[in-house]
């Protein structure tokens, strides 16, 4: 039960298995060909990872649905003993490998930037990120209570939840973006128009399938499709890790769920917070459609 302990590497949290494997993820040899997944945590994740293998496979959802999807992209810093770790899950991959993180710049394994491998990120809007963590940290069994909702703002305005600092998270892949092969998405632009984004990702991918195609992977990676798809849901993962009688893993998938959630003086207090954390960024974030 070492699971839901956190540490820190670099003042970042991370599971205690994470820490405990260290050296082997910093170690962790990427190749030329590798394509990287990144978000920070209930950003969009399963999303873009359903998105990047109905393009992988054509748009061909049978393909798509024979494995869940937690183990078809692998998850590099992953490490549940006695489960292979994502490192071992990826080294017997053959390549091209498409390949699985939420960790920050600061912590990504060097051997990534020195393969200039390309890598997709996806940035949500920080006040309903913050809510998808909350509900997620609910139902979550291996990560700490939340706490109540005013708690839990304070903890994750503070960046001391799992993989850190949502501030530090965005502006610092912002920041590479330029002088990398970043294709960077945000959620909002996804939700808003699915076929215009869905087309980077194939472009970026080296790929050209075709409108009749794309639409078909527009109507696959729905979120009313995905909720109900037993290899997205999470519904195979046992109610000992995740309790989706208390919060389901496909929650809501809108934007503006915030409004649901903060109240105005929390608001009031999380945009003076968040000019203060962004200054100097010229990442810009929609937070309602
Ligand atoms: P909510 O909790 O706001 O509903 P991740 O995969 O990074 O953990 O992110 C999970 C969030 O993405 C959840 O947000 C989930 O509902 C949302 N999501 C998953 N699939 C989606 C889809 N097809 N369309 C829109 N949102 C989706």
Redesign the pocket.
Known sequence: ETLGTEMEVAGVPLQAATVDNWSQIQNFEAKPDDLLIC?Y???????IQEIVDMIEQDGDEVRCQRSIIQHRHPFIEWARPPQPSGVDRANAMPSPRTLRTHLSTALLPTSFWENHCKFLYVARNAK?CM??YY??QRMNQVLPEPGTWEEYFETFVNGKVAWGSWFDHVTGWWDVRDRHQVLFLFYEDI?RNPKQEIRKVMQFMGKDLGEAVLDKIVRE???EK?KENPMTNRSTVPKSLMDQSISSF?????VG?WKNHFTVAQNERFEKIYREKMQGSSIRFCAEL
């Open positions: 978000t945590p209930k950003s969009g994740t399963t999303w309903d809510v998808s509900h997620f939700k990676t729905s979120f995905m496909m929650r809501k998938g809108t769920d």
